[in-house]
């Protein structure tokens, strides 16, 4: 199922115009990557219904068809994806099977419109394909709220140590020292630079 998919997705980025996407359900949606899958026999509408209105794969359709919307409706975008890829297609279809991949294990709504920031970003070419795996797998990670105090750090110098910190620093986004003051046995932090292009790329991310 994930390859039928990843083509699906990887076809619709090729030749669909996602604007027009956005004017139809996600039940269209589903039924336009099973079908769109070059691969694949045709679905019929039946097991279409029965692919998308199943839990937990009704909240999956419904995260991917508002991420495509979200990253692919600004046509820049799309053509990017597109330029990219252009002479390899199974490179293209990976990288699209990281984001399906990534995409299925988002819990809170607002990680759907992140991701979707990053990867505009991404395909921008305001982040590198590194640091766009490294925040994606972040926003997996950390609760939503959680990443929400990442904002305040842009402005904070030498926070002190507590358990949201720890997390972040496991995933690169701030940095740790020990304060040159007798007897201080507590670590402080401050937002590193993927930290800020966390929230520059990802959280707060306005491409036009």
């Known amino acids: 199922m994930l390859e039928k998919i990843t083509n699906g997705v990887a076809a619709i980025i090729n030749d669909t115009n996602i604007k027009e996407i956005s004017k139809k359900s996600v039940f269209d949606f589903v039924n336009m990557v099973v079908n769109k899958d070059p691969f694949a026999l045709v679905e019929s509408v039946d097991n279409t ?4 209105w199943q839990i937990p794969n009704a909240i999956f359709w419904d995260k991917m068809y508002r991420f495509m919307i979200g990253t692919y409706s600004d046509y820049e975008c799309q053509i990017k994806m597109c330029e990219k890829f252009q002479t390899d297609n199974i490179k293209a279809r990976e990288f699209i099977k990281k984001q399906i991949q990534i995409i299925e294990k988002f819990d809170f709504d607002s990680k759907v419109i992140w991701f979707s920031n990053l990867t505009r970003s991404f395909l921008l070419e305001l982040i ?30 030498d926070v002190s140590e507590n358990s949201i910190l720890n ?15 007798c007897g201080s046995i507590s670590s402080q932090y401050n937002i590193s630079e993927l930290g800020i292009k966390f929230v520059k790329y990802g959280i707060d991310f306005q491409s036009k």
Request: without cysteine; positive net charge; aromatic residues 12%.
């Open 49 to 52: 219904k029965k692919l998308l």
């Open 128 to 157: 590198n394909e590194q640091d766009y795996f490294k925040l994606s797998f972040a926003l997996r990670m950390i609760a939503a709220e959680d990443i929400e105090y990442m904002r305040s750090l842009i402005d904070l110098r």
């Open 167 to 181: 997390l972040f620093y496991q995933h690169s986004l701030v940095t740790k020292h020990t304060p040159n003051t």
